[in-house]
C-alpha cells in the first residue's frame, strides 16, 4: 500500500472529533519519515495508553507539516525525536498526527510565527520523526517537548516528553517519569525517543 493510501484526507481529519476543534491541520506538503529509526523497547498487550497532560499556554494550531524543525538562525543542541503511535495490543497505526512543539534553547516560545512547531504523520509502522533542538529552561518548568497525537478512531492526546537527569525535574509539579524521553547522544546529536500508546 503506498504513502498516500495510509494518509487519512484533510477533510476527514478536520471534520472528525476533537482534531476538528484544535485545528492541527493545514494543507499537505508531502514529506517522508520512513527514515526514522525502528523504536527498540519492549511492547506487551494490554500496555499502559501514555499519559495525558496540559497543552500549557503556548499552543498554536495549523502548525506547518514538516519533519526538520532546524529553521535558519535557531540555535542549539541538535535533537532527533523519533518514536512510534501504537495501540494497547502492540499495533502500530499508520498515519496518525504528531505536533510538537517547544522553548527555544533560550526557554523562549515563538508566538508570533511557527519557529520549532510543526507536524508530520506515521509511517506504516506507526513510526515518526523530528530534527529540532534540545529545549531551554524557563521559570517553574523542566526541560520538555509538547506533543499532541491524533489517529483514525482515537481519541486526541496531548501531552509532555521530559529528559532524563535534569536537575528540575523534581521540583516541576508537571513532571512525570513515565513520560522520560529515552536519550542517547549520538556524535553531535542527542536521539531521543518515545513510543507514545493510544486508548
Given at each position: 500500500?503506498?504513502?498516500?493510501?495510509?494518509m487519512?484526507?484533510?477533510r476527514h481529519i478536520l471534520t472528525s472529533g476533537p482534531l476538528a476543534a484544535s485545528g492541527l491541520l493545514v494543507a499537505a506538503q508531502g514529506i517522508s519519515v520512513s527514515s526514522a529509526p525502528a523504536a527498540?523497547?519492549?511492547c506487551?498487550?494490554?500496555d499502559e495508553a501514555?499519559?495525558?497532560?496540559?497543552e500549557g499556554p503556548y499552543f498554536k494550531p495549523r502548525s506547518p507539516r514538516r519533519s526538520d524543525l532546524r529553521e535558519s538562525g535557531i540555535e542549539g543542541r541538535k535533537v532527533d525525536l523519533s518514536g512510534r503511535v501504537l495501540t494497547r495490543s502492540c499495533r502500530p497505526l499508520a498515519g496518525a498526527?504528531?505536533?510538537?512543539?517547544?522553548?527555544d534553547s533560550q526557554g523562549e516560545y515563538d508566538n508570533a510565527g511557527f519557529r520549532l512547531r510543526g507536524h508530520v504523520f506515521t509511517?506504516?509502522?506507526g513510526r515518526f520523526l523530528f530534527r529540532t533542538i534540545l529545549p531551554g529552561l524557563y521559570p517553574g518548568r523542566?526541560?520538555?517537548y509538547h506533543v499532541k497525537v491524533k489517529a483514525p478512531g482515537k481519541r486526541l492526546l496531548t501531552t509532555q516528553f521530559y529528559f532524563p537527569d535534569e536537575a528540575r525535574n523534581a521540583a516541576d509539579d508537571l513532571f512525570r517519569r513515565e513520560l522520560l524521553l529515552r536519550v542517547s547522544p549520538v556524535a553531535e546529536a542527542l536521539q531521543a525517543s518515545f513510543d507514545v500508546v493510544l486508548a
Open positions: 500500500m503506498s504513502h498516500d493510501a495510509l487519512p484526507s484533510r527498540t523497547p519492549a506487551d498487550d494490554g501514555t499519559l495525558a497532560e496540559t498526527l504528531v505536533d510538537l512543539w517547544h522553548a509511517d506504516a509502522e523542566t526541560r520538555h
